[in-house]
């Protein structure tokens, strides 16, 4: 037998502009000007794309369920999943809730495996507080105490069993999952041990893009934001984290960038709940501030390009019309600012935009005393002590007190100290927060005091140092979190720092102490 001539294939001339692309004489942008030119898949051949959706699979025995295919309102997971299938991602992100009604392992065999467990292989998901339910639907016996259903589907995939948080890195960016169940994951505030896993993760990832997700918001027009992730917003901020990803309410939505407290901040972290991932939709309950593009109409996903230095967002609907996309800045680099060029596209179904309204008031939760702001960093402290002290009673402490008090008649002051070894370098702005039991048309005014080495428990109005002289007044308040600027009173050298709430009204205002569920803050910003 005669070997078999290898056959020469005709040589392919290039195109004189990929020629004077390749030797740098001519830009992406200026090839794309050529007469007919196309340039497809050069930003999604070298940077990666993810898709993230909660709230995801029906219960295998509801009634719409319907073999999987669901009704036009619910159990859609189905719909949603053939975004991702096959669509060249680089990792599927689960917002918790994927598997109802409780997450048990046969439930997640019969509805999620089918549907989105086709793209199993690159998902990295989060738990949601269904799956750890033990009764009320398929597979909810006790066998699934502790989310046992989901933490055997996903295997290694989902974190160790108990905790449920870990990291990883798509492209450029550093991706942190975590677990807003917070009994279940040990607690969430920066003290738990996920919270300083999460303190020790983000230092050892600087200068990257950064991207969470759990399941339960802390800020959401839909309902069911919860302070338990305030910890979390607290510790992602002070890293310059850039976007936080949510499921629980049922919605579709995008906040501008805020910070820990729900202030609009350029240099904050934008917010998305996804919701939509195919179970059913919920409704807006009241407008949060800073939310900008809200939807429950369509089921879908939210797709994520990440650039070295940025990202795009585009939520895709499966069932429905409505989109949202957009295109912003990381903060890289010690913390550069972000600059944000939205172009939502957002469909009639949407919610028309906001005027600023009260959002939910976080819980908010000390930084840990290990972390060091670095340069443009803010960090928030509660305080190391406080008390009230009473003219009227002269001898008696109030240190374990969950109030503090201000009054002018019988006069009632509060003092509270902070450590700030934490913090070194130029104070560029320190703001007390104060949680407000009452209103006081006339507010509290704040003074320095010196001699910081009193104790709550034997802080007393005969033995309370001197206030000096007012350095600002918070002005009239109502119940919630008041603000107030004392960056004149508050060096950079790591000294404590003592304050003392004072008023000349005769009426009495009570805030709320570190012993309450809203403890002082002291967020300061350092260069």
């Not at 066998?143 to 948080?165: C, I």
């Not at 040990?186 to 399941?215: E, F, M, V």
């Not at 179904?349 to 939910?360: A, D, I, L, R, V």
């Not at 930084?367 to 406080?386: E, K």
Request: charged share 10%; with cysteine.
């Amino acid at each position: 037998m005669r070997p078999m001539a290898h056959r020469r294939r005709p040589r392919r001339r290039s195109h004189p502009a990929l020629v004077a692309l390749a030797a740098g004489c001519l830009t992406l942008a200026s090839l794309a000007s050529l007469p007919g030119a196309r340039l497809i898949g050069v930003a999604a051949a070298a940077d990666p794309v993810i898709a993230t959706a909660g709230d995801i699979a029906c219960d295998p025995a509801a009634s719409n369920f319907n073999g999987g295919q669901g009704t036009a309102t619910s159990c859609r997971q189905l719909a949603v999943s053939n975004l991702l299938v096959g669509a060249g991602l680089a990792a599927v992100l689960p917002l918790g809730d994927n598997q109802y009604y409780c997450g048990g392992y046969q439930a997640y065999a019969t509805a999620y495996d089918p549907s989105w467990g086709r793209v199993k292989s690159i998902t990295h998901p989060v738990v949601g507080n269904h799956e750890y339910l033990t009764s009320g639907g398929t597979g909810c016996t006790t066998q699934n105490d502790g989310a046992a259903g989901y933490f055997q589907y996903f295997g290694s995939a989902a974190g160790q069993p108990g905790a449920g948080y870990y990291s990883f890195d798509v492209g450029a960016w550093h991706l942190i999952a975590l677990n807003s169940n917070c009994s279940d994951a040990g607690g969430c505030t920066s003290s738990s041990a996920q919270g300083r896993w999460l303190a020790s993760d983000l230092a050892a990832h600087p200068n990257q893009c950064l991207l969470a997700y759990w399941h339960i918001p802390l800020f959401s027009s839909g309902g069911r934001a919860a302070s338990n992730s305030s910890a979390f917003w607290q510790l992602l901020y002070a890293a310059h984290a850039d976007v936080v990803l949510n499921g629980h309410d049922h919605i579709y939505e995008r906040f501008a960038p805020q910070d820990p407290f729900g202030q609009a901040d350029p240099a904050g972290i934008r917010e998305f709940i996804v919701g939509t991932g195919g179970s059913n939709h919920t409704s807006i309950a009241s407008i949060a501030a800073n939310s900008v593009v809200r939807d429950t109409s369509s089921f879908g996903a939210l797709r994520l390009t990440l650039h070295p230095t940025g990202y795009d967002w585009a939520f895709q609907p499966a069932v429905g019309s409505f989109t949202d996309s957009g295109s912003a800045s990381c903060h890289v680099s010690g913390g550069a600012s972000a600059s944000a060029s939205p172009s939502p596209s957002a469909s009639s179904s949407s919610t028309p935009s906001p005027s600023q309204s009260s959002s939910p008031s976080p819980t908010p939760t000390a930084s840990p005393a290990s972390s060091v702001a670095p340069n443009g960093q803010t960090v928030a402290l509660a305080p190391a002590a406080d008390a009230y002290v009473d003219a009227s009673r002269p001898t008696q402490a109030f240190g374990s007190s969950a109030v503090l008090r201000t009054d002018g008649s019988p006069i009632l002051r509060s003092y509270l100290r902070f450590d700030l070894s934490p913090v070194s370098g130029t104070v560029l702005k320190a703001t007390l927060r104060v949680y407000a039991n009452s209103s006081l048309p006339a507010g509290y005014q704040v003074s320095p005091e010196a001699d910081t080495t009193w104790s709550e428990s034997t802080l007393t109005y005969a033995s309370a140092p001197p206030a000096g002289p007012v350095a600002g007044s918070s002005g009239p308040v109502s119940a919630g979190w008041t603000s107030l600027d004392v960056t004149s009173l508050v060096d950079g050298d790591g000294s404590p720092v003592g304050l003392v709430l004072s008023s000349t009204s005769g009426t009495q205002l009570s805030l709320a102490s570190r012993e309450s569920a809203n403890p002082p803050q002291l967020v300061v910003t350092v260069q």
